[in-house]
């Protein structure tokens, strides 16, 4: 059996099982101090023994030294070794990605991904993240994929300044839902009418990532999750969109639905936990 820690900026979910068919699920684990959140992740799993974890983790992520970056929003956690923490907790091997590649490889493994080698998985919710699987295998380097943090052209009349603290109106200042939301004067983008120009406006910012994807990556699919992504026409606008921008240039990933859904960050830590060499920090 294996373990699963899927680590939210706003909640935790663990999990212990062998797949999708048997693993049994937490409840959901606000996200506060290190001590507090980490105490209850233990809790769960007490008297189960596992043979490895993987965690899927909110980021930025120092993955050569297994801990959470100086850069992620959330303040107490910048710098906490989770990866250490873990270990010696469990007493296991630990597995250490970002939520966005262990989604990315869930998916691969049992959703929209199957047999499928080269893709780029993103999710458009809270935030605008990704991971790109390329020849079967999770891209790293410097860092890893900052998909969301990419730069885009303006949508005609669009003066909203964007509201990522750090780039402003960078791909996620831009399109991720408290940016709509901030952009129209709503509480959530949710809110707004199905007819509302806010979804054409991030169509056309999602259908440029697509397009810079496909020339960055030359993937054979582009698998789209999270609320804003797979709200009703949305994929559709976006395939639009890229394929007006792209201009028939080179060809462009075939744009698919998520399959794993809401358990998408739990399949993921097990699939990082099961599928990947365990072997601490790299």
Known sequence: MYGAIEAGGTKFICGYGSGPSDIQVSTSIPTTTPK??????IEFFEGRK??????ACFGPLELSKGRIGKLTPKLEWRGFPIQDAVEQALGCPVSLDTDVNGAALGEHLWGAAQQKD?????????GIGGGAMIH?????GLLHPEIGHMRVRRF????????CPVH????????????????????????LSANHLAWPMTAH??????????????????????????????????RQSAKQ??????????????????????????????????????
Not at 178 to 191: D, L, M, N, S
Request: aromatic share 6%.
């Open 118 to 126: 080269h893709f780029v998985y993103v999710t458009v919710g809270t």
């Open 36 to 41: 507090e959140t980490m105490r209850r992740v």
């Open 50 to 55: 596992v043979k490895a974890t993987g965690i």
């Open 136 to 140: 079967g295998q999770l891209v790293h």
């Open 245 to 282: 921008e792209m201009n028939g240039y080179a060809p462009l990933p075939k744009i698919v639905k998520a399959k794993l859904g809401s358990r998408a960050g739990v399949l993921g830590a097990l699939a990082l936990a099961k599928f990947r060499k365990a072997s601490g920090k790299r």
């Open 168 to 191: 402003g109106d960078c791909l996620e200042g831009l399109a991720a839902g408290p940016a709509i939301a901030e952009r129209w004067g709503v509480a959530k983008a949710e809110e």
């Open 156 to 163: 005609a009349g669009d003066s909203f300044a964007g509201n």
């Open 205 to 238: 910012y999602l259908g440029q990532m697509a397009v810079n994807l496909a020339c960055a990556y030359s993937p054979e699919l582009l698998i789209l999750g999270g609320g804003i992504a797979l709200r009703p026409g949305m994929i559709d606008m976006i």
